[in-house]
Every structure is written in structure tokens, then in C-alpha cells.
T-cell receptor, first 116, second 109 residues
Framework: DTEVTQTPKHLVMGMTNKKSLKCEQHMGHRAMYWYKQKAKKPPELMFV???????INESVPSRFSPECPNSSLLNLHLHALQPEDSALYLC???????????????FGPGTRLLVL | LAKTTQPISMDSYEGQEVNITCSHN???????ITWYQQFPSQGPRFIIQ???TKVTNEVASLFIPADRKSSTLSLPRVSLSDTAVYYCLLSGGYQKVTFGTGTKLQVIP
């Protein structure tokens, strides 16, 4: 099983809402990632978890709050988002800590988020 | 992180071989060159990775010259289903991966 699943597929939320995105993998990978992708742009790294610990935060605003409850699950909690946060949010995982240059990242299909 | 430069877009007819070149003049010694494919509204999918010379798998080949300042992804006999964006990136470890701007490949019947 080389699949990364993400739920929901689509999400519409208001600026005062609180919502969460969920990502799951059962490949035994120990590094998990959140990316944000705007239309016609490449994915941009947001967060990296390595062995369930946050190892990289790319200066993401605090209205995005990641959580890694266990090695298979990764959440992204959303609160007080702005319309410019509308994007495709991608989750990825890689085999070990992600520190090897040969680490391949496996991506989920993404959650399409619209903030009104 | 070293920057990569790719053509913004390319067109090709079905059945032709497509070569997409990526420039990375400031590649570091420990950087690997990785290519991903992305279809609309899907996550990127790993295609191929190499460090030097030539690498081939069931879907593509990757050519890397001795100076490693560029690389070429070769897709043999493309079909309509190969229409996608192709990203070249350098991965030097420590989890940080920066995607380049990507090349939008349009395969024409």
C-alpha cells in the first residue's frame, strides 16, 4: 500500500470557522509533510514532522496549527483563515526521517480549501 | 537551496519522445535530482531520481552530465495521459524540498 489519504477532498469555510484537515498513511513512514499549493504554482512546504515531532515550520502563520497524534496520522487545524489561504493543501510522507537526499515523498490527493 | 530552472511549457505530439531540461547551476555535492509529475487537482507523483550519469526506470530516463549543472528528463513515446506538469527538484537531505516552477507538458493527438 503506497497510498496517502486525505480528508476531506473539498472544504468551504468562513473566516471565523475552525476546521481540520486529516492525512493518513500506512506505509510505516516516519516523516510527514504539509504543503500549500496555489493555482498554477508549485507546492510550497509548510511543516515537516519527523518521528512525530515538528522539525520544520516554514514561518507559517499561527492560524495554521499542525498536529501529529501518531506515526500514521497528520492533522492541520485551521482557525480564522483569510480568503488568500484558499488553496490545495497537500500531505506527503517519506520513509525515514526525511534526512536522506534520496528520500522519495509520497503525496496524497490534497484537500481543496475555499475560505469565504 | 539551489534553484532550478525549467521551460514553462512544452507541446508534443503523441508517440514522440519528449525531453525536458532542467538547469541547476548551483547544485551542491550532496544534492540528488528528482522529478515529479502532477496532474490537475492531484498530488505530485515521483517519477525518477538520479545523482549522475543516466538512470532509467519503466516510465522515464534521466540524463545527468558530468558537471551536474543540468539534467534532462526523457519520456519515450508520450501519450495523451502524459499531459501534466513536471517538476525538477534538488533534494540535499534534511527534509526541505523546494519545487521549481515546473514545465507544463501538453500532448497533442
Amino acid at each position: 500500500d503506497t497510498e496517502v489519504t486525505q480528508t476531506p477532498k473539498h472544504l468551504v469555510m468562513g473566516m471565523t470557522n475552525k476546521k481540520s484537515l486529516k492525512c493518513e498513511q500506512h506505509m510505516g513512514h516516519r516523516a510527514m509533510y504539509w504543503y500549500k499549493q496555489k493555482a498554477k504554482k508549485p507546492p510550497e512546504l509548510m511543516f515537516v514532522y519527523s518521528y512525530e515531532k515538528l522539525s520544520i515550520n516554514e514561518s507559517v502563520p499561527s492560524r495554521f496549527s499542525p498536529e501529529c497524534p501518531n506515526s500514521s496520522l497528520l492533522n492541520l487545524h485551521l482557525h480564522a483563515l483569510q480568503p488568500e489561504d484558499s488553496a490545495l493543501y497537500l500531505c506527503a510522507s517519506s520513509r525515514t526521517s526525511g534526512r536522506g537526499p534520496q528520500e522519495t515523498q509520497y503525496f496524497g490527493p490534497g484537500t481543496r480549501l475555499l475560505v469565504l | 537551496l539551489a534553484k532550478t530552472t525549467q521551460p514553462i511549457s512544452m507541446d508534443s505530439y503523441e508517440g514522440q519522445e519528449v525531453n525536458i531540461t532542467c538547469s541547476h547551476n548551483n547544485i551542491a555535492t550532496n544534492d540528488y535530482i528528482t522529478w515529479y509529475q502532477q496532474f490537475p487537482s492531484q498530488g505530485p507523483r515521483f517519477i525518477i531520481q538520479g545523482y549522475k550519469t543516466k538512470v532509467t526506470n519503466e516510465v522515464a530516463s534521466l540524463f545527468i552530465p558530468a558537471d551536474r549543472k543540468s539534467s534532462t528528463l526523457s519520456l519515450p513515446r508520450v501519450s495523451l495521459s502524459d499531459t501534466a506538469v513536471y517538476y525538477c527538484l534538488l533534494s540535499g537531505g534534511y527534509q526541505k524540498v523546494t519545487f521549481g516552477t515546473g514545465t507544463k507538458l501538453q500532448v497533442i493527438p
